[in-house]
């Protein structure tokens, strides 16, 4: 992986980005448009720790959801230097002139008999908004739908809500497909400083806590948010669910993943070394593999 400095990129001026997690930006490079995501500054988020890894749980996420083969926004690791140097987080923008994103609240809000609003998680609505939905073929969209989860349960994301995947659609004709999944930033633990890295790899029962209690999903069922764990474990799992596990776990099994993470250039050996052991835990805790 190749060292990148997006300082000189010139600035797209009919782009802004909305969501949490740092400030982001549009700019040029190699003639396409992509997002720069920053990391968010301590004073923004004052009783939390630093969301700094975000934009490296950005690139990993990403990433490792196309290697599995679902596609996925492309992004990039590099740095951008105004006033002081950041590691940012480039991600392709993969809407066009004419191409909206509607993100998965707003189909939610369109279904009358939805029993919650657009933000609602609840999994039972959720999967009864994708069966009313009449902008893609609801088998297509509970086919991802799942597969998403799993993948969002390898990489403990802790922040797939409703506004945060959906589809992409045509105004001109009318067609509408799904979109690359994006926004990973909320995956292999964010607020993870180097002391936290530290005791995950030195203590097994920090790093099982980590695994097995927390991060959560943010679907729910009663009203709890889903424990990945168990829900994977569980004797009546959905249809879905069962077809996406069947699907993905071959693929998730051949992931190498110290080849690639050991080949990012802007992690330091201590993060390479617990994303390696922290994702090779999940996937044999998670999927027994």
């Given at each position: 992986?190749k060292?990148?400095?997006f300082?000189?990129?010139?600035?797209?001026?009919?782009r802004?980005y909305?969501?949490a997690n740092?400030?982001?930006?549009?700019?040029?490079?190699?003639?396409?448009?992509?997002?720069?995501?920053?990391?968010?500054?301590?004073h923004?988020?004052?009783?939390?720790?630093?969301?700094s890894n975000?934009?490296?749980s950005?690139?990993?996420?990403?990433?490792?959801?196309?290697?599995?083969g679902?596609?996925?926004?492309?992004t990039?690791?590099?740095?951008?230097?105004?006033?002081?140097?950041?590691?940012?987080?480039?991600c392709?923008?993969?809407?066009?002139?004419?191409?909206?994103?509607?993100?998965?609240?707003s189909i939610?809000n369109?279904?009358?008999?939805?029993?919650?609003?657009?933000?609602?998680t609840e999994l039972?609505?959720?999967l009864?908004?994708i069966?009313?939905?009449?902008?893609i073929?609801?088998?297509?969209?509970?086919?991802?739908?799942?597969?998403?989860f799993?993948?969002?349960a390898?990489?403990?994301n802790?922040?797939?809500?409703?506004?945060?995947?959906?589809?992409?659609?045509?105004?001109?004709t009318g067609e509408?497909?799904?979109?690359?999944v994006?926004?990973c930033?909320?995956?292999?633990?964010?607020?993870?400083?180097?002391?936290?890295?530290?005791?995950?790899?030195?203590?097994?029962?920090?790093?099982?806590a980590?695994?097995?209690?927390f991060?959560t999903?943010?679907?729910?069922?009663?009203?709890?948010?889903?424990?990945?764990?168990?829900?994977?474990?569980?004797?009546?799992?959905?249809?879905?669910?069962?077809?996406?596990?069947?699907l993905?776990?071959?693929?998730?099994?051949?992931?190498?993943?110290?080849e690639?993470?050991?080949?990012?250039?802007?992690l330091?050996?201590?993060?390479?070394?617990?994303?390696?052991?922290?994702?090779?835990a999940?996937?044999r805790?998670?999927?027994?593999?």
């Amino acid at each position: 992986m190749k060292e990148i400095d997006f300082s000189s990129c010139a600035r797209v001026s009919n782009r802004a980005y909305n969501g949490a997690n740092g400030k982001k930006i549009a700019v040029t490079y190699n003639d396409d448009v992509w997002m720069l995501k920053f990391p968010a500054d301590v004073h923004d988020r004052p009783n939390d720790q630093s969301y700094s890894n975000c934009c490296i749980s950005e690139h990993l996420g990403s990433t490792i959801f196309s290697m599995v083969g679902i596609p996925a926004q492309e992004t990039l690791l590099g740095t951008y230097t105004n006033g002081r140097t950041k590691l940012v987080c480039a991600c392709k923008d993969f809407t066009s002139a004419g191409v909206r994103l509607f993100d998965f609240c707003s189909i939610k809000n369109s279904v009358l008999d939805s029993r919650s609003g657009g933000t609602g998680t609840e999994l039972s609505d959720v999967l009864f908004t994708i069966e009313q939905q009449a902008f893609i073929d609801p088998v297509v969209v509970m086919c991802r739908f799942w597969q998403m989860f799993v993948v969002d349960a390898l990489l403990g994301n802790f922040d797939r809500h409703n506004g945060n995947w959906g589809f992409l659609v045509n105004e001109m004709t009318g067609e509408a497909k799904l979109a690359p999944v994006f926004d990973c930033a909320s995956c292999l633990l964010p607020q993870a400083d180097d002391s936290i890295m530290r005791l995950c790899l030195s203590d097994e029962r920090e790093m099982n806590a980590r695994i097995f209690s927390f991060p959560t999903s943010m679907l729910k069922v009663d009203g709890k948010k889903i424990n990945y764990f168990n829900y994977l474990h569980s004797s009546d799992k959905p249809t879905g669910l069962i077809e996406a596990l069947d699907l993905l776990l071959d693929r998730i099994g051949t992931l190498d993943f110290a080849e690639f993470i050991g080949g990012i250039v802007y992690l330091s050996e201590l993060q390479k070394k617990f994303y390696i052991s922290y994702l090779n835990a999940r996937r044999r805790h998670l999927f027994g593999i």
